[in-house]
């Protein structure tokens, strides 16, 4: 894949077809865990403007801060805390309509509305190794559609 992507306007669905054998194509010829973690971030995010793309990584207890792209974020959040840690938890992908009714939810930004984290997992192990979090300034921004299309984007990772 060159530098640019290429994305038709369209429907959500759209964009995410159009988009997910680019970043494929990116990934495949690529080794460097932080490199594909940094593209995919930012290819999600000139795709969709979402307010907030990116990783952590498990480290022990903790997730800690990857590649992301968005304003500053909160560094380490701890197993079962918050969107992440719960679904890092859980090994589940998690949709948030709406982050204030979400109970222990990590404010990282008061501008953050709706979320979606999906998690990492080595398949081999059955064991979380990060998750992706998007975040979004708007309410239920986030569905079965972004779900099915993100989880096959982090089975590659």
């Not at 759209?14 to 940094?38: F, S, V």
């Not at 990783?55 to 380490?76: D, H, K, M």
């Not at 064991?127 to 992706?132: A, S, T």
């Amino acid at each position: 894949m060159a530098e640019d992507l290429y994305i038709d306007k369209g429907s959500k669905e759209e964009k995410y077809r159009a988009l997910l054998p680019q970043l494929k194509n990116l990934i495949d010829g690529e080794d460097d865990l932080i490199a594909n973690l940094a593209n995919v971030s930012a290819a999600l995010n000139e795709t969709f403007h979402f307010f907030w793309v990116g990783f952590y990584r498990v480290q022990g207890e903790e997730l800690v801060l990857g590649p992301f792209q968005g304003p500053i974020a909160c560094t380490r959040i701890r197993r079962g805390r918050g969107v992440c840690g719960t679904a890092w938890a859980k090994a589940d992908t998690l949709i948030v309509p709406d982050v204030d009714v979400f109970p222990g939810h990590i404010a990282c930004s008061s501008l953050s509305r709706s979320e979606i984290v999906v998690p990492l997992i080595r398949k081999d192990e059955n064991e979380v190794w990060g998750v992706l979090d998007i975040d979004s300034e708007n309410l239920n921004s986030f569905d079965e559609i972004d779900a099915r299309f993100l989880e096959e984007v982090c089975s590659w990772l």
